[in-house]
C-alpha cells in the first residue's frame, strides 16, 4: 500500500479509501438494501490488514445501516488502526441542536469516542446557506475543542463558484469531490481541485469510477485498452488516472466484493503520482473520446433551461439518459436516476414524465434543442 498526508494532518494515509456505501448485499435485497454484515466485515478487516487506513461512511448509507456495520468491524482493535470518516446529514439540519444530535447520534453507532474526519455531507447552495445561517463552523470549532472530532471536512455537489466560497469559508482539513476522466469539467472539476490545493486544504476523491460505470468492459473501448502500451483493466486505468494527480490523497472506492478489494489494493501498490506517460495520457483521450461519441443529447448541462415551473430538473433527466447511452448502463443509470429525481432530497419529483410540455425551457435552451421531445424520449426509457 503506498500512503499520502493531507496537508494538515501528520498522519500517513493509504491512497485507497474504504468506501461503506456500497457494501455487499444480502440477497434479494434492493438499491442501498440491507448488508451482508458477515462479508462485509471480512472485506473491512482484509483492507485494514493490507494497508488500507482510511474507511469513510455517513449517516444515510444502506438506509442508515452503514455506520452501524462499520462500528462493529472496528470492534476488537480495528478502530486504532484507522482515521475514520462520517459526515453530518445536511439536509436534515433545522436547528443548530440538530447537529450535536446526530453527532452523538453517530459516534453511538459508531461505537467510539470520537471521529477523525468529520464531513459536513454533499454541500450545495442551499445546504451551505442553511447550515452558515445556523452556526455550522461555530458547531465543528466546538466538537473539535470537546473531542468529539478531531478533523473538519466536506464533501460538494454543485458548481465551482460554490465550492470556492465554502473552500474560503473556514479552516478545513480537506475537500471530498467527485472527480474522474470523465468529470474534470464537472461540478468542482480540476479547478476546484487546484483551488482547493492551493488554499492548503487536501483532496480526497469520490466516484473515481463514476459508480463502476468506468470499470466496465466495453466494446466502445475495448480495443482501445488492447492497443495501449501498458496492461491495465478499465478499473484501474481510472484509479491510476486520478492517483497520477499529486494533489490527491485519497481515492475512495466503494467495493461491493471480495474480488473487487483484492484487486484494488494491487492497482493501490502502483499509485504513484506524476507516473502517468504522454502515452498513457493520449490512451485516456481516446477512451473518453469514445464514450462521448456515444452521447444522445447533446446537452451542455448549462441550466438555462432551469428552473421548470412543473419540477422537472431537466438538465439531471439528460445527464442520466446519456449516461445509461454512454456506458451500456440502463439498469445502474435507471436506479439513480429514480432515487436522485424522486424528490428525497429536495421534495419534489423531477422526473422527465412530470412535463407538462408548456415549452417555456426551449426559448430558453441556448442549443436550441427539441427539449419536450427529449423529455418524452426519456420517460418512455426509463419509465414514468
Not at 14 to 42: N, T, W
Not at 182 to 196: F, N, R, V
Not at 326 to 344: H, I, N, P, Q, R
Not at 354 to 383: D, N, R, T, W
Request: glycine share 8%.
Amino acid at each position: 500500500m503506498l500512503y499520502r498526508r493531507f496537508p494538515k494532518v501528520p498522519h500517513d494515509i493509504s491512497i485507497l479509501g474504504f468506501g461503506c456505501m456500497r457494501l455487499p448485499q444480502a440477497e434479494g435485497s434492493g438499491f442501498a438494501g440491507k448488508i451482508d454484515e458477515e462479508k462485509a466485515i471480512a472485506m473491512i478487516h482484509h483492507a485494514i490488514d493490507h494497508g488500507v487506513n482510511y474507511i469513510d461512511t455517513a449517516y444515510p448509507y444502506h438506509d442508515g445501516e452503514s455506520e452501524p456495520l462499520v462500528g462493529k468491524a472496528l470492534a476488537g482493535g480495528y478502530r486504532e488502526k484507522v482515521m475514520l470518516a462520517t459526515k453530518l446529514p445536511s439536509w436534515l439540519i433545522k436547528t443548530r441542536e440538530d447537529m450535536d444530535r446526530y453527532l452523538d447520534e453517530q459516534l453511538a453507532r459508531l461505537a467510539t469516542d470520537h471521529i477523525d474526519f468529520y464531513l459536513v455531507h454533499g454541500l450545495n447552495k442551499a445546504w451551505w446557506e442553511n447550515l452558515s445561517n445556523l452556526g455550522v463552523l461555530e458547531f465543528l470549532d466546538e466538537a473539535v475543542a470537546d473531542g468529539r472530532i478531531r478533523y473538519p471536512a466536506f464533501s460538494f455537489h454543485d458548481d465551482l463558484p460554490i465550492f470556492q466560497e465554502i473552500v474560503d469559508a473556514y479552516d478545513w482539513t480537506f475537500a471530498q469531490i467527485q472527480y474522474n476522466f470523465m468529470d474534470e469539467q464537472y461540478q468542482a472539476g480540476t479547478k476546484g481541485l487546484h483551488y482547493a490545493a492551493k488554499k492548503g486544504l487536501g483532496i480526497v476523491v469520490m466516484e473515481p469510477l463514476r459508480g463502476g460505470l468506468l470499470s466496465r468492459d466495453l466494446p466502445a473501448t475495448k480495443e482501445i485498452l488492447a492497443a495501449a502500451p501498458v496492461r491495465r483493466t478499465p478499473a484501474e486505468w481510472g484509479l491510476s488516472w486520478v492517483w497520477d494527480h499529486p494533489e490527491v490523497t485519497t481515492v475512495l472506492s466503494g467495493m461491493s466484493s471480495m474480488q473487487q478489494l483484492e484487486e484494488n489494493l494491487a492497482y493501490a501498490e502502483r499509485g504513484r503520482p506524476g507516473s502517468f506517460t504522454p502515452k498513457d495520457r493520449e490512451v485516456i483521450r481516446q477512451v473518453k473520446a469514445a464514450f462521448e461519441s456515444r452521447v444522445t443529447i447533446p446537452c451542455t448541462g448549462c441550466r438555462y433551461c432551469m428552473p421548470c415551473r412543473n419540477g422537472v430538473d431537466i438538465p439531471r433527466c439528460f445527464e442520466s439518459y446519456n449516461q445509461a447511452h454512454m456506458f451500456d448502463a440502463k439498469e445502474e443509470c435507471g436506479g439513480v436516476y429514480t432515487w436522485v429525481l424522486s424528490g428525497v432530497i429536495d421534495g419534489v419529483p423531477g422526473y422527465a414524465s412530470c412535463c407538462l410540455s408548456c415549452g417555456e425551457c426551449e426559448e430558453k435552451c441556448p442549443q436550441g434543442l427539441p427539449i419536450m421531445e427529449h423529455l418524452k424520449e426519456v420517460a418512455e426509457y426509463f419509465g414514468k
